[in-house]
């Protein structure tokens, strides 16, 4: 029984490893797209398709009923920042290479645990807050703003852990009565209303090869998305939460591929102390039976639970 639960495991860490690597390469055609496509139709066209296997997920599962919310208000709120994450996100990788925004992104385990400690009365003692302050350096370095060639998109891709933070933070103050499938649906319904109504103005004709790739970007987010779900509801969260830094990993050599960006000494050791700050938080977490952080990292942002 332990070797068959251990098998299990495995498959359901590495199905999670592979969602968050689809993310990149979702990231890595929105970079593509982004010089030439508003942002708001990128987002509009990859919603739309994201939510193809999503309707197939939950067809495949009969959990059609369980999609009736308990709080639209919650849903708004969350999508609007949501919007607003992938908007900045979209605009600052197109100006930044994939390793230095998920150097950027990463922060987020950090803001979760101030967040936590500030807006839901969560005990946060020391040894986590020097762990904080460790992954903030850690992106300092990596980033390196002191340098002549600082890139002030890095302040816009700040906004994405932010908001992301903010969101994740409020829904589990005010929204956990939701369900996973009806954050699925309502969120993604969200999103395409509010890339569209910015598309009717800033909308340009694609080209065949390039809605099909923006179309594929959304597909592969929809499919990765439903890999890291699956994973997050059977893997224990001392396995689960650390999966996401393979995307620092993943970018770190996408974008070498394909962009041809080639990470500095500065990105490698402020990647090392964000790594290293972002687990020892987990552990520290889990060692306190605390749930914030590990929590978090959950599929789209919110703590998944067991059926």
């Given amino acids: 029984m332990k070797s068959l639960t251990k098998k ?9 490893l592979v969602g968050y ?20 139709q990128i987002i509009l066209v990859n919603s739309l398709s994201a939510l193809l296997p999503i309707f ?11 999609i009736k919310t308990a709080n639209l208000k919650i849903h708004f709120i969350r ?24 150097s950027i992104v990463f922060v987020m385990p950090l803001l979760l645990t101030m967040g936590a400690n500030f807006f839901l009365n969560e005990k946060v003692g020391w040894r986590r807050y020097t762990a904080i302050i460790i992954g903030f350096i850690g992106v300092i370095v990596s980033v390196d703003p002191f340098h002549e060639s600082f890139n002030k998109y890095a302040y816009l891709a ?16 005010y929204g956990e009565k939701e369900n996973t499938y009806s954050f699925l649906i309502y969120g993604k319904l969200f999103l395409i209303i509010f890339s569209g109504i910015f598309a009717l103005k800033y909308f340009v004709p694609m080209t065949t090869g390039d809605f099909l790739l923006n179309f594929n970007a959304g597909l592969v987010r929809g499919i990765g998305m439903i890999f890291i779900l699956n994973s997050a509801r059977h893997l224990p969260s001392s396995l ?7 995307q620092i990993f993943a970018g770190a050599l996408i ?11 500065n990105n490698y050791l402020g990647n090392i102390l964000i790594i290293g700050a972002g687990i020892y938080i987990i552990i520290r977490e889990l060692t306190l039976s605390k ?17």
Avoid: C
């Fill in 158 to 173: 700040l906004l994405v852990p932010v908001l992301v933070s903010i969101n994740w933070l409020i829904i589990k103050k």
């Fill in 8 to 16: 299990i495991y495995l498959l359901d860490f590495l199905l999670a």
């Fill in 255 to 265: 974008g070498y591929l394909v962009f041809g960006d080639i990470p500095t000494l």
């Fill in 21 to 40: 690597i689809l993310f990149v390469v979702m990231d890595t055609i929105v970079k593509k797209l982004g010089d030439t496509y508003h942002v708001s």
């Fill in 240 to 246: 689960f939460a650390p999966t996401h830094y393979i």
């Fill in 79 to 102: 999508s609007v920042l949501m919007f607003g994450a992938m908007f900045s996100f979209i605009i600052s990788v197109n100006h930044l290479s994939l390793v230095a925004i998920y």
């Fill in 56 to 66: 197939i997920f939950i067809q495949i599962r009969h959990r059609w009923r369980r």
């Fill in 291 to 307: 749930k914030i952080v590990t929590n978090s990292t959950r599929p789209i942002i919110i703590p998944i639970k067991k059926e």
